[in-house]
């Protein structure tokens, strides 16, 4: 978890005032199927601790689901043993209002 905390931080200390994207950049970002200029709004680091707590918080939440293969972890203290190529899916939910247009 922490690097991606560290990877977080370092998007914040490094920011660009002007991103622009090459095309082959387009190229590679559509095959992800999302396509963004990195543009960071918000400038305040992570804390490590305080980040592996709202994640926690989130998945007992029902926020995301988490498959190993097509099996889904419905509680933290679940045993995994992961293999080689194994899949592992995080899926967010998001809810809808149901109102209409």
Do not use: C
């Not at 994640?55 to 679940?78: K, R, S």
């Amino acid at each position: 978890m922490s690097s991606k905390v560290q990877t977080y931080n370092a998007k914040r200390d490094n920011a660009t005032l002007l991103a622009f994207l090459t095309p082959s950049q387009i190229q590679e970002q559509s095959e992800t199927g999302k396509i963004g200029f990195g543009a960071v709004h918000n400038f305040k680091t992570a804390d490590e601790a305080t980040s592996i707590a709202v994640a926690l918080q989130a998945y007992e939440d029902g926020m995301f689901l988490v498959f190993i293969d097509d099996q889904e972890i419905t509680t933290l203290d679940t045993a995994i043993q992961l293999k080689k190529d194994q899949n592992i899916t995080f899926l967010r939910m998001t809810f809808l209002t149901g109102l209409s247009w």
